[in-house]
């Protein structure tokens, strides 16, 4: 299963359109600013699963500020960042991953791409992936995630 991650698009759909092609991925999430990219982008490709949260941009969106799911054998926790000061640091986001027992946090608002496989307590790991922007005047990122049989094949930031 192939899911493509993106955020702080900023009305700058281009770059997920081509992602999207070429890549021809099972599932996208969208961690916001602007959550309303991530709708026409589920309204172009009809077939695509696409998941988004909200980011500070996203003004009165009824989009939630956060999700968190089990897919492919993996429970991920999605949101932007923001609401966990994320500019200055990741414990913060890191807690509220591991409260969700999340085996991938993804986060956004830095709009720099970042992946790290944090050992934690329990010897679990937890993947922590921002997929950095796609959004115009930006070096545009995305994510991209790997899962075979329940296990993260390949996780990591790719440039557009």
């Known amino acids: 299963m192939k899911i493509i991650v993106f955020s702080d698009s900023h009305r700058e759909l281009d770059g997920m359109r081509q992602v999207i092609r070429r890549e021809k991925p099972d599932y996208v999430f969208h961690l916001g600013d602007h959550d309303s990219d991530a709708e026409i982008i589920s309204r172009e490709f009809p077939t695509l699963p696409v998941a988004m949260v909200r980011g500070n941009c996203d003004g009165w969106s009824e989009t939630p500020k956060t999700l968190c799911f089990t897919l492919g054998g993996k429970r991920f926790f999605l949101c932007h960042g923001h ?27 830095t709009h720099e791409a970042y992946y790290e496989r944090a050992e934690l307590p329990g010897d679990r790991a937890l993947h922590i992936l921002n997929p950095g922007s796609c959004g115009y005047g930006y070096r545009p990122s995305y994510g991209r995630i790997l899962l075979d049989a329940g296990k993260i094949r390949e996780i990591g930031c790719h440039t557009i």
Do not use: M, P
């Open 83 to 109: 609401t966990y000061g994320v500019k200055s640091g990741y414990l913060r986001i890191i807690y509220a991953a591991r409260e969700q027992n999340a085996d991938v946090l993804l986060f956004g608002h």
